[in-house]
């Protein structure tokens, strides 16, 4: 039962929580017309103390397409921070106004805090560097949707596996599910935490630092931003940046039914040249993450419409 | 009948409006759905010219809450007053596509004056230290509800008396009720002036800085900030707030049914410690607004639904 | 058909897509509850990297009015540009949230540029100084509301030729159709440029620095701003502000019938004193412009209601 649950992190749900949560959003995804008034009377509260118009978009439109409707502020400046409210209190005066609430934050934690004050949902969007559980959601509907199944994959994670968190959260969420190989690619700078890889125990896995030998047997390809600020010199930067630069050669010694994953923005690491190619479905993703954001808003607010 | 007028100040209604008001509150608080298109094809224009994310918030809540719809900005930056054009055209322009306005601006009688050229309802929303009305509004109604009456009741008022516009604007709505008592609680920097209590003719009242002493004989005490950019010296400032902190030990003498009130944001004035007791109500304070609100729009736009 | 299609400039729309929308705005003018859900269940972005409150007001209140909903931002700074996003980039996640955009840009170009990556339609709410074509429309269906045709009419046109987008494109626009004669005026510094006036070749025209004596023959005035910052002395620029400062005195020699226009927002070159002149027609035009842009969202759309 999910109904007036927090999602704080993506752990928060179980295994079986989130098969509810795809299944719902296969079915919107079936018929959104069923659901044109599912969150009729209802309002979401986007508080976004940090900006990021992609995110903000899609639960946005998310709750329009459940007949819902929003209201919130895009930056802490236009908010009440200013006078010095804590956020306890904020949110216990936006769940007077709002049935659910959505909440990044610069600051760890902020929206945990928030959660154990509040009489409605909060759904964390980010928090610093920490969590993004719903980017998580979106990444795991899209592999579900394209492989059906998360077992018996191969899965590439390439680009900055250090800082990247959207990567850290993803490869915590498949080892929950069985036969997951995974592979990371990465420069030696910018290579995948320990404490990571040793909760792998039951899962196969091997770093590299040379994406085209890896791709060959990748089912599954999650690309990530190479980040100029992470490198000492900007040399350095320069030669990786071409070197994990994803392209039709690179592609050429893929699978045929590999699929290429970011969560976009996308800046440098993968060339507009292979946008049109059948395997690059990252923009199909973002699709996705709108689809998932409407079967979680649903179902924490406790409606459901399966026939 | 209040289709169509405007509501700059308090006074602007009679006791008999007020009523009409707060009768509709109260039933659409019994039964909300059924005012889930009470405004449908209606829309809100949020005009403010200074950021105020609680008011806002419950404006537009108590529109999207009856169905209506809502555009508008959060602060000035993102009008047109870059581009020179005065408040009266403003308001035309926005009356070509809104059908009832809420304006909050830094100067002292903007929203009075873009009434004056205004073919659609104009609602003050805050008018530098000037005028609240929907504050007051929100007052009157969270102790209609707890109280069933205005009358018969002491109400103490606590904190900055001098500059707090919310205090002086529900003393004066309060003074055309009969047999109610005024306690102003303040330190001699910051007590009530005499062009508020001059008026209250018809009132018994009395001033004290003592808020312990005070405390016993409240029905209601309507809290708020004291803030530090009013006084002298810092210690000053640090001695008084402590002073004035409502927590358990103070509320030990209090009645038993006594309600606590305040504008919000808080800051230091109450201790979270008895956030939980029932006569803090300052939370649900909260919602009234977005009631009483809704009931606002829906009486200025000419719509009613009481069977 | 103009299902899908992008508006990046007025002659993207034939003669003939041009009448469909008029005639659909006057459908809508006359019995607008009939469009209340027209729009139900679809989703405008209003991707302003620019702020222009009056022309994004216009376009969200003419989605709303249709029963459609509306997410965006307002100025870049709250956007993702700040991430290094393409505008292509960004056109192709918007498209996965909504069914239609608005794009409001500083550069030229960038909303031509968006089209071409996007799957749904985008409408540019001007690029720079380069193209506003909503503005056209707005202005055309103004006129042929009131003077039930476009052709048969003289029109001046007042004011800063030389740097006014809106002047160059109503004169491109309307000399598609025929026996039309244009009078511009405006001192030598601002007159009109000659690439516009060489495509006049089917067209009666011509140029004057005297408003009151070309006023009499008008069917129709256009004013617009004068902007200080076009002159190279301040002198100079006051003396032209008040010669062509349009007030009761220049009126008097002008047509009963004639109607005056201004895109708005006005500074100083229409005297307030005319306002309620029935031959000043700016504020309605400002309706117009949301009663076209609601045509034209709904033809885009696919969707259209005339019985």
Redo the contacts between chains.
């Keep these: 039962m999910l109904k007036g649950k927090h999602l704080i992190e993506p752990s928060d749900f179980t295994v079986n929580e989130l098969e509810e949560i795809f299944t719902l959003a296969d079915d919107i995804i079936q018929d959104p017309?069923k659901y044109?008034d599912a969150c009729?009377?209802k309002?979401l509260?986007t508080l976004f103390y940090e900006?990021?118009?992609?995110t903000?978009?899609?639960f946005?439109?998310a709750m329009?397409?459940l007949?819902g409707?929003?209201?919130?502020?895009?930056?802490a400046?236009?908010?009440?921070v200013?006078?010095?409210?804590s956020i306890?209190?904020t949110i216990?005066?936006?769940g007077?106004?709002?049935d659910i609430a959505v909440m990044r934050h610069p600051k760890e934690g902020a929206p945990k805090l928030a959660s154990k004050y509040s009489d409605i949902p909060v759904i964390n969007a980010g928090d610093g560097g920490h969590q993004h559980p719903t980017q998580t959601l979106t990444d795991l509907l899209t592999i579900r949707s394209y492989k059906k199944s998360f077992s018996n994959n191969v899965i590439g994670l390439c680009g900055d596996l250090k800082f990247g968190r959207t990567v850290h959260s993803l490869v915590k969420a498949l080892s929950r599910y069985e036969n997951i190989k995974f592979v990371f690619i990465a420069p030696p700078e910018l290579k995948i935490p320990s404490y990571i890889t040793e909760e792998l125990t039951n899962h196969e896995f091997y770093q590299t630092s040379n994406l085209e030998e890896a791709i060959p047997e990748l089912d599954i390809l999650y690309m990530t931003r190479i980040q100029k600020e992470r490198f000492f010199n900007e040399e350095e930067y320069l030669r990786l940046k071409g070197y994990y630069k994803l392209d039709h050669d690179k592609l050429n010694n893929a699978k045929d039914d590999m699929i290429i994953l970011h969560p976009?923005?996308?800046?440098d690491e993968i060339s507009?040249e292979i946008d049109n190619d059948k395997r690059a479905v990252y923009?199909?993703q973002?699709?996705y993450?709108?689809y998932v954001r409407m079967a979680l808003i649903l179902k924490l607010l406790g409606g459901d419409i399966i026939c």
């Excluded at 900006?51 to 992609?54: A, G, K, L, Q, V």
């Excluded at 409707?69 to 930056?75: A, I, L, M, P």
């Excluded at 976009?264 to 800046?267: A, M, Y």
């Design positions: 017309n044109l009729k009377g309002l509260a900006p990021s118009t992609r903000r978009f899609s946005e439109a329009l397409r007949g409707q929003v209201f919130g502020f895009s930056e400046s236009s908010s009440s200013s006078k010095g409210e306890s209190d216990r005066v936006v007077c106004y709002a976009l923005p996308r800046v507009p923009f199909n973002a699709k993450g709108m």
